[in-house]
């Protein structure tokens, strides 16, 4: 069977977490409260309005009326933006290029699977948009992870079965949505967090060719 690869794009293909988090931190301090790295983590795979609500709601404890949500949605992308105008090549994290390369050669179709509605611009950043045959991201789903959404329109786009996709993923919400979506998953990252991936590496430099052949195959 033709078999379907697809990509979460932060902390996957890039460290961008670090610029999400000083975006945030920034709207935090401006709101008088802290933003911490650990609290941060909590907003991987998630959607920038679920962020701010987790940030208003359990974090910050601040009252506000809409008209304030909307502008803090907009002020912390502007913010966000700025930081990730400068990226560059050198921000794709060790390995992807060996991996993207060699789905290329061998002619496999190669989706991007991700929350953030920056995916493309980012993606044109580093000179990755020519590997991707399709980007589903937060713009076109109204489901976020752990729901499968996101997926199961890649498999779509790329036109092969959900069953016949292998999904990288850096968060639990995405390992869930690649597994209720009856995809392979494949957990980038700490073992011990993404326990619920079929398979386990810190990192794209654990993977070898030989692993990518054997999903090709079987
Ligand atoms: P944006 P991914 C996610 O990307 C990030 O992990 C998450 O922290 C962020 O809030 C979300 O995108 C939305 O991003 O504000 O750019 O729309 O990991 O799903 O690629
Ligand atoms: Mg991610």
């Given at each position: ?13 890039v ?6 988090y ?36 359990d ?7 809409q ?61 990755l ?90």
């Amino acid at each position: 069977n033709k078999k379907g690869f697809i990509f979460d794009l932060d902390g996957v293909i890039v460290d961008t977490a670090k610029y999400h988090y000083l975006a945030w931190k920034k709207l935090a301090n401006e709101l008088g409260f802290e933003f911490t790295k650990e609290q941060n983590e909590l907003f991987k795979g998630v959607s920038r309005k679920r962020c701010l609500e987790i940030l208003l709601h359990d974090i910050g404890k601040v009252n506000y009326t809409q008209d304030d949500f909307d502008r803090w949605m907009i002020e912390k992308n502007e913010d966000y933006l700025a930081f990730i105008s400068n990226m560059n090549d050198s921000e794709i994290l060790p390995d992807v290029p060996k991996v993207l390369n060699y789905l290329k050669e061998n002619k496999m179709p190669i989706a991007l699977g991700s929350a953030s509605k920056n995916a493309k611009p980012i993606l044109e950043k580093v000179g990755l948009l020519p590997y991707f045959d399709a980007i589903v991201d937060g713009n076109n789903v109204t489901k976020a992870k752990p729901d499968p959404e996101v997926f199961l329109l890649a498999a779509k786009q790329l036109k092969v079965d959900a069953k016949d996709c292998i999904v990288f993923e850096d968060a639990v919400a995405g390992i869930q949505a690649a597994n209720s979506a009856k995809m392979i998953s494949i957990g980038i990252g700490d073992k011990n967090v993404l326990s619920e991936a079929q398979f386990n590496f810190n990192d794209f430099t654990e993977i070898n060719i030989k692993f990518i052949e054997e999903l090709i195959k079987n």
